[in-house]
């Protein structure tokens, strides 16, 4: 008796938690969408204003604009694939004016990633109040005489809607990472990450593979984009107005479609296993060392390869 009253109770205290998230996540849409429309009013003043004065709107000469499309192919349990046109911007983080918030210094990633040269940051910048990035990337240079050499990237993966994120180096010709982060609630923390990326000129690809040890590899998102012409970007403004948004509503949409599609919807692994970032460490330790101590192994973060940062209220 005891027993069956501890379950109930335990389940009733998951579902009151479950409820609760729900709410504060439809509060959330409900203010940002707000916040949005009111800022997007103001947006054609700014544009007649810089027709008006050509002089104001300058665009940083060290940030280039990417337009490309971003591709998810789901194999298991059921098969689910979609894709969706995305623009980016790539930051010379020694150089650039203005540069997103909350991201890391040039210096700080320096330092992580231990390397000399110049600091790239490829994301997606905030938008009439709104900031949505999956999936942010620093390419990390190192000076070779008069030239310089991409040797390192620095990925921060960022969940939704909870807004946790992890910072971690990898090799960008290819690497392989133990998953560290709930990315999604159709997706369990088992397995790896294979990540590559190239460097980014004309054109510039990032692919991410979920290698699973029961599911194979079920999983996989591939960006590719080419660089935008300065001259068809008069205001970055206007030129990524919305798009975190629609990052936003494809990321929703297509977890209501796998819902819709019965794939089982996991519970985030703070609830169920709370060292789940304990076994990604040791996880990711024994693909790097291959069971060595940290200490035998190279590091970014006092000994881990991972950074984590946590959710803000009311997810925390």
């Known amino acids: 008796m005891i027993r069956l009253k501890f379950i109930w109770s335990f389940n009733l205290l998951f579902y009151l938690q479950r409820d609760m998230e729900l709410l504060f996540l439809l509060c959330s849409i409900l203010y940002n969408s707000l916040t949005s429309l009111l800022l997007?009013?103001?947006?054609?003043?700014r544009f007649l204003l810089h027709r008006l004065f050509p002089s104001r709107a300058v665009v940083d000469p060290n940030v280039s604009f990417y337009q490309g499309t971003v591709w998810h192919d789901r194999l298991r349990p059921v098969r689910h694939s979609f894709r969706y046109s995305?623009?980016?911007?790539?930051?010379?983080?020694?150089?650039?004016?203005?540069?997103?918030?909350?991201?890391?210094?040039?210096?700080?990633?320096?330092?992580?990633?231990?390397?000399?040269?110049?600091?790239?940051?490829?994301?997606?910048?905030?938008?009439?109040g709104y900031e949505q990035n999956p999936l942010s990337l620093y390419y990390c240079y190192d000076l070779d005489g008069s030239s310089k050499r991409l040797?390192?990237?620095?990925?921060?993966?960022?969940?939704?809607?909870?807004?946790?994120?992890?910072?971690?180096?990898?090799?960008?010709?290819?690497?392989?990472?133990?998953?560290?982060?709930?990315?999604?609630?159709f997706m369990d923390m088992l397995g790896n990450w294979k990540i590559r990326a190239n460097e980014p000129g004309e054109e510039l690809s990032v692919s991410i593979e979920s290698k699973h040890p029961h599911l194979g590899n079920y999983f996989s998102a591939t960006l590719k984009a080419k660089r935008i012409p300065p001259t068809q970007v008069s205001d970055?403004?206007?030129?990524?107005?919305?798009?975190?948004?629609?990052?936003?509503?494809?990321?929703?949409?297509?977890?209501l479609k796998l819902w819709w599609k019965n794939v089982p919807f996991i519970q985030h692994p703070r609830y169920s296993n709370p060292s789940y970032r304990e076994e990604s460490e040791k996880r990711d330790q024994e693909l790097r060392c291959g069971g060595l101590n940290a200490d035998g192994c190279s590091s970014s973060f006092g000994g881990c390869r991972f950074a984590w940062r946590d959710a803000n209220w009311p997810w925390s």
């Open 86 to 128: 995305v623009r980016y911007a790539l930051f010379d983080l020694d150089q650039a004016i203005t540069t997103p918030p909350d991201r890391l210094s040039p210096d700080e990633a320096r330092r992580v990633s231990h390397t000399t040269g110049p600091i790239y940051l490829l994301t997606i910048p905030p938008s009439v």
């Open 151 to 185: 040797t390192k990237c620095i990925a921060q993966v960022t969940n939704t809607p909870w807004g946790e994120r992890v910072t971690f180096v990898f090799e960008p010709e290819s690497d392989l990472v133990a998953k560290s982060l709930q990315v999604s609630p």
């Open 40 to 45: 997007s009013l103001l947006l054609p003043f």
């Open 236 to 255: 970055p403004a206007v030129f990524f107005w919305l798009m975190p948004h629609k990052v936003a509503i494809w990321i929703y949409w297509h977890a």
